[in-house]
């Protein structure tokens, strides 16, 4: 088996796992069982761009005990999520780049694909914060680093989005060997 088949191979069943993945947290989200009107929809979103601990404190002491057992099970998906999603961003911007001609658009494939390992990193902070709030919804932690990594995690997962589909159809359009990406 070839490195480039092998690794169009593991970007593919990244791709899966992570759809996979984000199917079974969709699914237990109505599970959270959230008391408080405002919270009930899209409440992880809300959680992560929640402009102060308190707002975030006050969400989680509306949940309940089995609302906050579903929470760590999403968690524990996310996780698996995180990994995969990012994974494959990374994966595929390896892909997309190696044989490309011009040296720019490989420096800039490496470039997004440790972007897409430290949003993975950030992500998984996230998590470890939810985590302690799921706990004791008291986190002694620094507030700031959460908010600005979450925000930092978003920005770079859109950008090795838009670039990875740009990339992509660049690629495709271009020299016609690429055809079979994932």
């Known amino acids: ?18 759809i996979v993945a984000f199917i079974g ?20 979103l809300k959680v992560e761009f929640a402009e102060t601990e308190a707002i975030v404190v006050d969400m989680f ?17 996310d996780y698996l999520f995180m990994v995969t999603i ?3 961003l990374a ?37 470890y914060c939810l985590i302690n709030w799921l706990l004791d919804s008291e986190w002694k932690g620094p507030f700031a680093a959460y908010y600005w990594l979450v925000r930092l995690k978003w920005f770079i997962a859109l950008i090795a989005a838009i670039t990875s589909s740009t990339l992509w159809v660049g690629n495709y359009v271009k020299y016609k060997r690429f055809s079979h990406l994932p």
């Open 25 to 44: 947290m969709r699914l237990i989200e109505p599970s959270f069982d959230i008391h408080h009107e405002p919270y009930q929809k899209a409440f992880i």
């Open 61 to 77: 002491r509306t949940v309940s005990c089995e609302g906050k057992r579903a929470m760590g099970f999403h968690t524990g998906l």
């Open 86 to 88: 990012f994974g494959y």
């Open 1 to 18: 088996m070839t490195y480039r088949l092998l690794l169009r191979n593991i970007t593919a069943i990244a791709l899966v796992v992570a």
């Open 91 to 127: 994966l595929i911007h390896i892909y997309t780049t190696q044989q490309h001609p011009q040296r720019w658009i490989q420096y800039l494939g490496t470039t997004m694909a440790i972007a897409a390992i430290i949003a993975m990193l950030c992500d998984a902070f996230e998590n």
